[in-house]
């Protein structure tokens, strides 16, 4: 059998296209090796088969194939590794939100300053001890209150800094959902609309690829996602990918919907009037943050990683105060029930001691108030005024029958007791039992709490950081571009290219020799 004349030619020419493109492609890559996000193409090609016809109707004799075929210049991704890179981002971004806001509560209680609540509770048990000694000098009665006032400054400062955390937490996530996370749902879904029309109409559109796979990861660092990719039918045999993301809930596995090609919902953030005892919740409405989404009216609960969750940790998280169905993380919540619970605790116990009960009777005599009718905080807690305006409003003793000739200890026997009382374990009532501390032990548990919290913290955010390396190190040695694979590649396809050309040649010379010597015998 003698084949088509030009047949040859077609093949020599399909090689020449094929290697053409495979520099051009490896000229691209090279040019974005130092392109952020960039993932390495490639030119995939096949084996140009004998049509149906020549399978059913040929002669006999050997037929060869008729060249190669480019199906397209495709990225080289492995979807395992990006699934594996995004839910170690989610938690990597969970842990580093939580560690810097601890960080930030450890700065509040810093206890390695004299000024903190451990040293100004030891220096009033002391000037109370000094005051016991020698009941009658007035200086030392003022130097009592001082060393009280000073204690209730550091009490307060402490609340205080503590809401201006809350308030900085609050803000923050409200920033992240508004300015990051939907803004980021928004550029995916537009991203999936256009991507969905170059492949429509044949474009690979690997450039918006890598612009959408860059946003997939950022999302991941805020909130914990799934992506979901299926094949749309747009007409007889031809599909293109659909890319959708949810949201789901761990522990339930329900799902609620992000993006679904070129919808998407958004994020809305509600914080309470009363920030401190009251919850952040979150929310999901349509695209135009109008329309509550069908089971996202509280969605604060499906949170499961990312820089959200760990702002919602330590925005609610109760610790031990939480309630049934309440956040149980150790966040500002916890530390702001803490002071309180300190607060009203030192102010009963002390308050009972200094009452006047003497006469048989019991007399108030508080010397710590709240400034108004509100219960004791953390943040309101006051010398009182009788105290402020006598410094020896201090009740000495309970004894009637003092006399000059009393021993001290007898005769000042209520500064005792209320040097006990400091000294001495108290019942501090939180989750929903007590708990026995002196005042300095129960400050020293909440400062060595909170230092455990951070320490493990950031072992795990350590822990996580290793393993985003080692899944990055993986995909860059499958994505991203290696300059000698390139020029290895390079080089093949020069040689590859020299060779069809010279197969086109010798084709060419072979058909000049059959135009121009056969048929010669007849002229």
């Known amino acids: 059998m003698i084949r088509s004349t030009f047949s040859g030619f077609e093949t020599a020419r399909s090689a020449i296209t094929a290697s053409q493109l495979g520099l051009d492609t490896v000229g691209h890559n090279i040019a974005n ?56 981002a989610s938690n990597y971004g969970e842990l580093t939100t939580r560690s810097n806001s601890l960080t930030d509560l450890q700065n509040i209680f810093d206890e390695s300053m004299t000024t903190g609540l451990h040293a100004q509770m030891e220096n009033f048990i002391k000037q109370v001890q000094s005051y016991h000694s020698d009941a009658s000098n007035k200086e030392l009665a003022v130097v009592v209150r001082t060393a009280a006032e000073q204690f209730l400054q550091v009490l307060n400062k402490n609340a205080s800094e503590l809401n201006t955390a809350m308030e900085q937490q609050i803000f923050d996530t409200q920033t992240a959902v508004a300015e990051n996370v939907n803004v980021i749902l928004d550029s995916i879904a537009a991203l999936n609309d256009q991507i969905r029309q170059a492949n429509i109409y044949g ?61 998407f919902n958004q994020f809305k953030v509600t914080s309470a ?35 959200i969750k760990g702002y919602l940790d330590m925005i609610n998280g109760k610790g031990d105060y939480a309630a049934t169905g309440e956040n149980t993380f150790r966040g500002i919540p916890y530390y702001q029930n803490t002071l309180d619970t300190l607060a009203s605790t030192f102010a009963k116990v002390l308050n009972e001691v200094n009452a006047d009960t003497s006469s048989g009777s019991t007399v108030a005599k508080d010397l710590f108030v ?86 493990l ?67």
Not at 41 to 62: A, E, I, P
Not at 274 to 280: D, F, G, K, M, R
Not at 464 to 484: E, F, H, W, Y
């Open 33 to 88: 090796v130092n392109t952020s996000g960039y993932t390495r193409q490639r030119v995939d090609q096949v084996s140009v088969n004998l049509n149906g016809y020549q399978t059913k109707f040929r002669t006999n004799g050997k037929m060869a194939g008729l060249g190669t075929q480019v199906t397209g210049v495709n990225q080289v991704r492995d979807k395992f590794l990006d699934t594996r890179y995004r839910n170690e």
């Open 273 to 307: 009037t009363t920030p401190a005892t009251s919850p952040l919740s979150v929310s999901l409405t349509d695209e135009h943050g109008l329309m509550a989404i069908a089971g996202g009216s509280d969605i604060t609960e499906m949170f499961s990683g990312g820089a």
């Open 457 to 523: 913290t950031d072992s795990m955010l350590d822990t996580s950081g290793t393993v985003m390396t080692t899944i990055t190190d993986l995909r860059d040695a499958n994505s991203a571009v290696q300059t000698d694979e390139e020029a290895i590649n390079m080089m093949t396809f020069q040689n590859y290219y020299n060779a069809a050309v010279r197969f086109m040649t010798t084709l060419d010379e072979a058909l000049g020799q059959i135009i121009q010597g056969m048929g010669v015998v007849g002229r």
């Open 203 to 263: 474009d690979p559109a690997n450039e918006m690829n890598d612009q959408r796979n860059m946003l997939l990861d950022e999302l991941s660092q805020y909130v914990n996602i799934r992506v979901v990719r299926t094949p749309e039918k747009i007409s007889e045999g031809n599909y293109v990918e659909r890319l959708s993301i949810d949201m789901v809930d761990e522990s339930s596995g329900t799902a609620i919907n992000l993006v679904d090609n070129k919808t």
């Open 370 to 455: 709240s400034g108004s009718a509100a219960p004791v905080t953390a943040l309101n807690i006051r010398v009182s005024s009788d105290w402020k305006n006598d410094a020896t409003f201090l009740t000495t003793t309970q004894n009637p029958n003092v006399t000059t000739d009393t021993k001290p200890d007898a005769k000042n026997d209520n500064l005792l007791t209320l040097l006990n009382s400091l000294k001495g374990d108290q019942s501090f009532s939180y989750g929903g039992t007590n708990h026995s501390f002196s005042f300095q032990g129960f400050i020293i548990n909440t400062t060595s709490t909170l230092s455990q919290d951070l320490k």
